[in-house]
């Protein structure tokens, strides 16, 4: 199937859509909650970000950002420690870049995921932790709550640095052990 | 399961779990954005005492409120810790002066302005995670989706948020199941027993079922809800969203209020150009 | 009568497959039927039901030749949306379709959609929820239902639109007996007063018999093998050819040698005329032996005064019993009655709040949840749920890793796992391609690789059809007598009781009613109404014969394994 860049960038929207971006978005604030060890306030090694990897894989980009996003804010009603806005848009942010790794021929689905793609994945993962919260989470802080800059860029490289690693030294095998688990077999024999 | 999580499934009886959906959020969101666009004390600190009448009305468990509320405080005295330890004149900058009570080194100084700053930051989290708090305890998803939705956020976006919570208690009794079916095949989840790394690399082997059973499901979710005829038309309406109670129609001059009081700041912001953020009695 | 499903010469293909799923379907359906659909499973009964209800192909795609009306409209043309309004849909996995957050905005579901104003939508869901007796639960929230409230709740939320067609897609499979016969009950009373057209997709043959049923239709292989009366149905073989069971009453008379003919009505037990056959029946009866040797069995697992609260609330009061080595235990009651509290406590996950548990006559607690996995396994309903790795052989390595054996022990041990399992040939394949029989299987042999003695199986075939019903118990039949290996079986299912274990034990609310061989339970009518289960035919037909009941379960449980 030919897709357009745009519904490859926005990902296709129908039902199923929804209920993916619902179910990764639950999934995403249960493992905040529960699936990590607490880092500092907002930054913990939490499993939840392989979660926009495998929305982004199933159903694209956009989806994927919105079930990271939303993901925090169901966190956020989870776990009662306030709202944190600015956080959930990183985490949107971050969110989109892990999902675009379907934009290059990943389909966790259909079992495609390659080393090849591990790397794009990895790299999209650097540069999606470092734009969302590294400068869209900071930014909002600093105009929302007029915090002390060093101690915003602190956290951010905090999450940074934490939630890339997860994303990639979690991420990475379960997606490939995903892609294997959905992977159709081919010329399949009974042997002795 | 449900007591755990803070936010509820069931609604309670207080005037303020009463409210609509729409109140709700409305007024949420109200002081939030108010809280956020103002440094002046004078207006935190009569939110924060509402936000803590607000809290006590709604009747919480006291327990696991009273342990969240010093986790935070203890955050934040945290932060502020830090914020002294890379910047001890930070007052200087945003109340504008450094009358300095104390002096450890000459870099280390603790000044009237920037206590004062770290009181009134202090407050102004405070009041803001009250705010939330109380919201949180409040407010169901079904309410909170409708809310939304009254602020004209595209009910797509909001059903995601209410199947969201519609799902949560059925993966978190998966996630149970699961635990409990790798521990008796000999998974050690005990941390006395194994290092953080081990531990990582064995949460893999659940939340790869966890994934699959989760995202098993959308198919059949995605075909009862077609099948009801989602998305057949541009809008949809809500059950949950009750008609208005005496208290939202008491509560409208309220929120009229609120929406002066933030207009107000704004218009005194741009036109008193104040030369430092924070207001301090003693700083003209 | 006027039809309103037609298909003519339809074939449908999905995208996916490079085969048609479906072929040649040429199926009427008159207003007002009530007809049931039946076929083994992957036959093409959800297939065939979703091109009525207009899913396919508005979100499953693929080819379609031929033509399906519905209502007069041709479902490749109508949206699905036109389709609802005329056909109501319940799903198989309830709680699924449970999207709402309460009761009762799961029912308004469809009116919301809609964008019916509130008021009006008040009273439909009142109406509706009082058609299925759930207007007292409007508030409730999903995970404090059960599964056959959840159902009902589906089945109100279609009411309201004043649909023509009611499809049910296998409503019996998650419900315990009781609750099965009151879903068959609920949609029969449907079915009268509103004057619906009803189809029921279904594998509990029997259960559904329940209630009267106009028309049968046999499926296998996306063909229409049969489109008969049940009681035409029952008097022909195609049943077992086609991989469905036959109702209990129906095999054990035609196990005394009784040959139906065109006079008897067998879609139901109750009518069906027993007293021309009683002669048979009763010589068939003595001649055999229903004597039992009864060996002294030693005891492995001791269960003394055992409770266990969650919190306040007891979920087991004093349980007292023993496992012996090598026995078949079945684990019944309704929901509820804390049968999966018992697994977990036998596993350590959970221990025992007051009481104490023995293995070998000592206190179990000196075991960690590890140790204790050498003396019990545990086999979860899903399979799903257990498999975490891509490749067989690498799914039996997990336990044997984690309990950190030697390399060469690993070996040997998955080398005779799957041989004991007959998944040795297929040890290197992934998997996905596994049917759900097959990953069964396969958890079973994950578990099986630390060798416990006595396996824990959780609702082990729910949802199954026939075959792969019979396949996994032969299978399990086997560890049993080949390995001596102990299994405990937690079920609803009473046919599987009655096949294949020797000794239920029954609870209700946490607390145990009732230990003692299968036909005795089974013939005990107090027990069978605490405990929700449902009375079988062979009762009935041991009444009308002028049988005792028990002595009669008994006989044909022996003369069902003489046959196998
Ligand atoms: N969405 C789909 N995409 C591709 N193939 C499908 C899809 N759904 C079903 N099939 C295939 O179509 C065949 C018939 O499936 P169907 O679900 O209709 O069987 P069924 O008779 O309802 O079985 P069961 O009793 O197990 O529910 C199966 O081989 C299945 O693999
Ligand atoms: N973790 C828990 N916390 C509190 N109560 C629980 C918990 N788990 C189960 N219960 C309660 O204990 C009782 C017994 O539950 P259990 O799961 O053992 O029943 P069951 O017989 O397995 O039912 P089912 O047939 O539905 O699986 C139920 O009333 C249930 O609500
Ligand atoms: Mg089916
Ligand atoms: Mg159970």
Redesign the pocket.
């Known amino acids: 199937m030919n897709k357009t860049l745009s519904q490859k960038l926005l990902g296709t929207w129908n039902t199923k859509t929804i209920v993916g971006v619902a179910i990764g978005a639950a999934l995403f604030g249960v493992l905040m909650n529960y699936g990590g060890i607490k880092v500092t306030t907002n930054t913990s090694l939490t499993s939840a970000y392989v979660i926009p990897a495998i929305v982004g894989a199933l159903f694209g980009p956009l989806p994927a950002g919105l079930a990271a996003g939303l993901g925090n804010v169901v966190a956020d009603l989870l776990g009662g420690w306030g709202f944190w806005f600015d956080w959930s848009l990183g985490n949107f942010v971050a969110g989109y870049f892990a999902g675009l790794v379907g934009l290059f021929g990943a389909n966790v689905e259909e079992g495609v995921f390659t080393v090849k793609h591990a790397v794009i994945y990895a790299i999209l993962c650097i540069i999606g932790c470092a734009l969302g919260f590294g400068v869209v989470t900071p930014f909002l802080t600093y105009m929302w709550y007029s915090s002390e800059l060093t101690i915003t860029w602190i956290q951010a490289w905090a999450a940074i640095v934490s939630d890339a690693t997860v994303l990639i030294v979690v991420g990475i095998p379960l997606l490939f052990a995903l892609a294997k688990r959905n992977a159709r077999g081919t010329n399949l024999s009974k042997e002795d | 399961m449900d007591n755990k999580f803070f936010i509820t499934l069931v609604p309670g009886n207080t005037f303020i779990d009463k409210l609509t959906g729409k109140t709700k959020v409305r007024i949420f969101l109200l002081l939030i954005i108010i809280l956020t666009a103002t440094w002046d004390i004078r207006v935190i600190l009569p939110i924060l005492l509402l936000s803590i009448i607000m809290l006590i009305s709604i009747k919480p468990d006291v327990k696991k409120n009273v342990a969240i509320i010093i986790f935070v405080i203890l955050m934040n005295l945290f932060n502020l810790f830090l914020t002294w330890i890379i910047k001890p004149d930070y007052g200087l900058e945003m109340v504008g002066g450094s009358t300095v009570l104390f002096k450890f080194t000459d870099f280390y100084i603790v000044t009237a302005e920037t206590m004062w700053y770290f009181l009134v930051r202090l407050l102004k989290f405070l009041a803001s995670f009250l705010v939330s708090l109380t919201f949180i305890q409040s407010i169901t998803p079904s309410e909170l989706a409708a809310g939304l939705h009254s602020i004209k956020i595209p009910y797509k976006i909001c059903m995601i948020v209410s199947l969201a919570f519609r799902y949560i208690p059925d993966i978190t009794r998966d996630f149970t199941n699961i635990k409990i079916s790798m521990q008796t095949r000999g998974l050690e989840l005990d941390s006395r027993k194994s290092s953080i790394l081990t531990r990582l690399k064995q949460y893999v082997l659940i939340l790869i079922p966890l994934i699959i059973t989760s995202f098993d499901r959308v198919g059949n979710i995605a075909n009862a809800m077609d099948l009801r005829g989602f998305g057949k038309n541009k809008d949809k309406t809500y059950y949950c969203e009750h008609e208005d109670t005496k208290g939202d129609k008491m509560l409208v001059p309220f929120i009229i209020f609120l929406i002066l009081l933030y207009i107000a700041l704004v218009v005194y912001k741009a036109v008193y150009k104040a030369p430092f953020e924070v207001w301090a009695p003693w700083i003209q | 009568m006027s039809a309103v499903i037609e298909f003519k010469d339809f074939s449908f293909r ?1 995208k ?2 490079s085969e048609f ?1 479906l072929h040649d379907i040429n199926l009427t359906i008159n207003k007002g039927e009530k007809v049931l659909i039946l ?10 039901g979703n091109c009525i209800n207009g899913l396919i192909p508005f979100s ?1 795609n693929g080819e379609i030749k031929g033509s399906c009306k519905v209502c007069g409209l041709e479902t490749r043309d109508a949206s699905i949306f036109k389709i609802s309004e005329h056909v109501g849909t319940v799903q ?1 996995d309830t709680n699924a379709q449970f999207v709402g957050l309460t009761v009762g905005e799961d029912i308004a579901f469809s009116l919301e959609n809609d964008m019916t104003p509130r008021n009006i939508m008040l009273q439909k869901v009142d109406e509706s929820a009082t058609i299925v007796g759930m207007e007292k639960f409007l508030l409730s929230v999903p995970y404090n239902i059960s599964g056959g409230q959840k159902q009902k709740v589906a089945l109100a939320g279609i009411l309201h639109n004043d649909v023509e067609i009611l499809f049910f897609d ?1 409503p019996l499979a998650a419900l315990d007996p009781a609750m099965g016969m009151s879903a068959v009950d609920l949609i029969d009373k449907v079915y009268r007063e509103k004057e619906k057209t009803v189809l029921i ?1 279904e ?1 509990r043959l029997e259960d559904v018999l329940y209630r009267h049923v106009d028309r049968i239709i046999l ?1 296998n292989e996306g063909r229409i093998i049969l489109d008969t009366t049940p009681d035409e149905l029952l008097r022909s073989d195609v049943l077992k050819v086609n991989g469905i069971r036959e109702p209990l009453y129906i095999s054990a008379l035609k196990n005394a040698g009784v040959v139906f003919d065109e006079n008897d009505i067998l879609s139901n037990v109750e009518k069906l005329d027993i007293d021309r056959y009683k002669d048979k029946i009763v010589s068939d009866f003595h001649k055999v032996n229903i004597k039992e040797n009864i060996e002294k069995k030693e005891k492995f697992i001791e269960l003394k005064d055992v409770s266990y609260y969650y919190g306040d609330f007891p979920a087991l009061k004093n349980i007292t019993f023993d496992i012996c080595k090598g026995e078949k235990i079945a684990v019944v009651g309704k929901n509820g009655a804390g049968k999966s509290t018992l697994a977990q406590l036998l596993c350590g996950i959970l221990r025992p709040t007051k009481g104490e548990i023995l293995i070998n006559g000592e206190n179990y607690l000196k075991y960690s949840i590890k140790e204790l996995s050498a003396f019990v396994g545990y086999v979860m309903q899903n399979p799903n749920q257990m498999l975490v790795k891509d490749i067989i052989k690498d799914e039996i390595e997990v336990a044997l890793k984690l309990n950190d054996f030697s390399p060469e022990l690993i070996e040997e041990r998955v080398e005779s796992t799957l041989k004991m399992a007959g998944l040795y040939p297929m040890r290197n394949w992934p998997v996905s391609v596994l049917s759900y029989g097959q990953k069964k299987r396969v958890t079973i042999a994950a578990i099986l690789a630390l060798r416990p003695d006595v396996i824990i199986l959780d609702e082990p075939t729910a949802g199954q ?1 026939y075959n792969h019903y019979t396949e996994i118990m032969n299978f399990i039949t086997d560890l049993n007598e080949k390995y001596g290996i102990t299994i405990l079986f937690v079920t609803h299912d009473m046919h599987l009781a009655i096949e294949y274990t020797d000794r239920a034990i029954v609870f209700t609310d946490g607390e145990m009613i009732g230990d003692d061989a299968v036909y005795s339970i089974l013939s005990n009518d107090d027990i069978i109404e605490r405990a929700s289960l449902k009375k079988t035919s062979l009762v009935t037909i041991a009444k009308k014969a002028g049988l005792d009941p028990k002595q009669y379960i008994h006989y044909f449980i022996k003369k069902e394994r003489e046959a196998n």
């Open positions: 999905y996916e497959q799923t076929g083994p499973s992957g036959s093409g009964k959800t297939t065939l499953l198989q296998e997709i594998h499926i059809d």
